[in-house]
């Protein structure tokens, strides 16, 4: 196999030539010439990004405990390195070996937001592995996708072999022994393919036909050939004690996003926001044990050198053995130069008690996301926050001595209007109206309140999975409505206010629920030259739009109807876990400003119990 290594005269035209040169501490070394398989693990952002993915971290480690496999790594070249690639013809190459990745025996792409696409094919392209999956032979390797975008795998269903839909840790045994098994028996590409579409999880698109009615909309979704399974199922892991996880993770030289050690502590969340797909694809919850986290605090510290720790969860709070952690690192690190993070808190009490032992209350801020100005809108999107308690929580904050929140809401939610939008600022009024009643001889100067909003987009396996969508022109009226109404409040000196980018999020909800004909967007606008998409110096809209325009496909079409909650939708043959009927009703409530409570008050009947185990609480009886 080919060795490729950038040249010095390269690594000093780049910027930050340490992304592509490898050798970082805790990297797995193997001897290429001494293992079966060869697996390349593709994150497709730049390296700081893909570094910082605990996911890549799990599957790097789980794969390198394989005697018979070498798990190497990659990551999308920056446009500065791909413009050089392209122009001298070097194709696309592992960190671990700088072997092309066009000769490994699978590229693995985790796909975690909808703007890296473009990238994807920026992967296949320099790796110069056929866009199409149809047109690859044995001579290229099975691409194979993961991550929570595989929920609506559609729009990529081109340019992938498979689909791995649910976690991970489950059946990649599975998959490689068939695949070892079919090169030894000197079986076809497409015979290892129809026998990895009965593995569990996985899920092969060139196996399955799409026919659509004449108002677009689709028709069928069937399978080819018999033996295919007509839904996929999950892969989900039980319990999480018995998998593996990296305690002698990857430390790059360079800085990354997430420079600090990730101790992930439970899956799932009980919450039930009715926007959020994480919340209702990694259901049921799944904690962690005590000990075992505590165990690995201090290998992954000793381990790498870092002098963070963060806890990983959907909402930290609910994780049940918090208290019993946060005080053994506390107790254990906090003397010896180890700082502690905990993302993902609900703002009571005792999470400001441990906020205030591990931060520097004066230098740090405090992050809110009521994601609702109103209460009303809160209750529609099952937000589970009352306006008591966000200010009692601002309060407890500021008598803590805190003087800086950010507050994160989203525009463009179901039944928004006018005067939930001018709420968004109201609120952030009240919290420093709150603050400003302190005594002035304990306060820290003035309060700094930031509001971000970003813009709503519904994803599938969510209650909104059937609401439109607005337009790039309302998302910005509706930005200016708050902008107006933050320069009529009394501390308006005291509050900043931010908006996405209503380009981006436009896009973002076309290909959240695309079907397979976004495809050719896809493709059309990367050779437009479009990568990087969710980087906003590189972002061009007018690509995006021509690529629309020369495949003739509509944006309306795919964000501003209202879908009919019978229309099949292009994601309706996965199973999640989580019952159609359940999101039906909590559609329907969501109308009515219902609000569910969350799982541990009530079980809601959402389906996840057919997962035996987990903290699941509803009642089997």
């Known amino acids: 196999m080919e060795k490729l290594a950038l040249s010095d005269e390269i690594l000093l035209q780049i910027d930050k030539p340490a992304r592509y040169i490898g050798g970082e501490v805790n990297m797995v070394r193997k001897d290429p010439g001494k293992v079966e398989l060869r697996f390349a693990m593709c994150f497709p952002d730049v390296y700081e990004i893909g570094m910082s993915h605990l996911g890549i971290q799990i599957l790097y480690d789980m794969l390198n405990r394989r005697e018979d496999t070498y798990c190497e790594r990659v990551y999308s070249p920056w446009p500065d390195l791909h413009k050089i690639m392209k122009e001298r013809d070097i194709p696309l190459f592992t960190l671990e070996t700088q072997s092309p990745v066009g000769e490994m025996d699978f590229l693995g792409i985790t796909i975690q937001y909808e703007m890296c696409y473009t990238n994807i094919l920026q992967i296949l392209d320099l790796s110069k592995i056929p866009l199409h999956a149809k047109e690859r032979t044995w001579e290229d390797p ?22 791995y839909i649910g ?20 079986c076809t590409r497409q015979e290892f393919l129809e026998a990895a579409a ?11 036909e799409v ?23 999950k892969e989900i892991v039980m319990e999480l004690t018995d998998t593996p996880y990296p305690t002698k993770p990857l430390v790059p030289y360079i800085k990354v996003t997430q420079d600090r050690v990730v101790l992930e502590i439970m899956r799932g969340c009980i919450r039930g926001c009715r926007f959020c797909q994480a919340g209702m694809i990694y259901r049921p919850t799944r904690e962690r044990s005590l000990e075992q986290l505590k165990r690995w605090a201090y290998e992954m510290l000793k381990n790498t050198g870092h002098e963070e720790i963060s806890l990983s969860s959907l909402s930290s709070s609910d994780y049940t053995k918090l208290k019993e952690l946060v005080t053994f690192l506390i107790k254990e690190f906090q003397g010896k130069g180890i700082n502690i993070s905990l993302p993902s808190l609900r703002i009571d009490a005792f999470s400001l008690d441990v906020m205030r032992k591990v931060q520097d209350v004066r230098k740090s801020s405090l992050t809110f996301a009521p994601e609702a100005g109103s209460q009303r809108l809160r209750d529609v999107i099952n937000k589970g926050l009352t306006e008591e308690v966000i200010l009692e929580g601002a309060g407890q904050a500021f008598e803590g001595g805190w003087q800086k929140v950010k507050l994160y809401f989203m525009l463009g939610l179901p039944t928004e209007t006018e005067e939930d939008m001018r709420e968004i600022p109201r609120l952030a009024e009240r919290i420093a109206e709150r603050y400003y009643e302190i005594p002035k001889e304990r306060r820290n100067g003035k309060c700094q309140i930031t509001i971000s909003t970003s813009f709503f987009v519904p994803k599938p396996f969510t209650p909104f999975q059937w609401a439109p969508m607005c337009s790039r022109d309302e998302f910005l009226d509706k930005a200016r409505v708050v902008n107006e109404e933050v320069k009529l409040q009394l501390n308006r000196k005291s509050l900043k206010y931010n908006w996405h980018e209503a380009d981006v999020t436009v896009l973002e909800g076309v290909f959240a629920r695309g079907d397979r004909r976004v495809g050719r967007v896809l493709e059309q606008a990367y050779r437009n030259g479009c990568i990087f998409d969710s980087w906003t110096e590189f972002f061009d809209n007018e690509k995006w739009l021509s ?13 501003s109807r209202v879908r009919d909650t019978e229309e099949l939708l292009p994601w309706d043959f996965i199973d999640c876990g989580v019952s159609r009927e359940f999101l039906k009703r909590e559609w329907e409530k969501a109308q009515k400003g219902i609000v ?12 996840a119990m057919q997962f035996e185990g987990g903290v699941c609480f509803e009642d089997k009886n």
């Open 198 to 208: 009965k593995i569990p999880g996985l899920y092969v698109p060139s196996l399955y």
């Open 167 to 186: 976690e991970g840790e489950t059946r990649y045994d599975d998959l490689l022994a068939l695949y070892k098994s079919c090169r030894a028996k000197d």
């Open 596 to 607: 569910t409570p969350n799982c541990r008050m009530q079980c809601s009947g959402c389906g």
């Open 211 to 233: 026919t659509y009615h004449e108002d677009g909309t689709i028709a069928s979704f069937e399978p080819v050939k018999e033996g295919i399974p007509a839904r996929v199922k």
């Open 142 to 163: 099975i691409v194979i996708g993961g991550g929570p975008c595989t929920y609506n795998p559609e729009p990529l269903a081109d340019f992938f072999d498979i689909f």
């Open 547 to 559: 690529a629309f325009a020369e495949t003739g496909i509509s944006m309306d079409f795919y964000n």
